[in-house]
Nanobody, 118 residues
Framework: QVQLVESGGGLVQPGGSLRLSCAAS????????MRWYRQAPGKERELVAR????????NYKDSVNGRFTISRDNAKNTVYLQMNSLKPEDTAVYYC???????????WGQGTQVTVSS
């Protein structure tokens, strides 16, 4: 079955960095675009970054553009989110996501908590 397992979250001071990982299994990872979302307390889940199946194209939410970098290693079935210059407003649970279409469904990971605080 499809599994998405995030890791790498934690507590970091403002201005610090974290790298999130999402290990995928149960599907042909290299065939699908991947996304990172986040959800802060009391707020809706929002798209943070996305990457094409080959990694050749990426897109970012405006507020993280230039600070976050999404990448993937198709040999390791893993997608990453490098987060630099972190701000308190980046505090959220971060989720990876794959949409395999109407025939195969959409899947979320369990999430990893990122807390930016001094």
């Amino acid at each position: 079955q499809v599994q998405l397992v995030e890791s790498g979250g934690g507590l970091v001071q403002p201005g610090g960095s974290l790298r999130l990982s999402c290990a995928a299994s149960g599907f042909a990872f290299s065939s699908y675009p991947m996304r990172w979302y986040r959800q802060a307390p009391g707020k809706e889940r929002e798209l943070v970054a996305r990457i094409t199946s080959t990694g050749g194209s990426t897109n970012y939410k405006d507020s993280v553009n230039g600070r976050f970098t999404i990448s993937r290693d198709n040999a390791k079935n893993t997608v990453y989110l490098q987060m630099n210059s972190l701000k308190p407003e980046d505090t959220a649970v971060y989720y990876c996501y794959v949409d395999r279409g109407s025939a195969y469904g959409q899947y979320w990971g369990q999430g990893t908590q990122v807390t930016v605080s001094s």
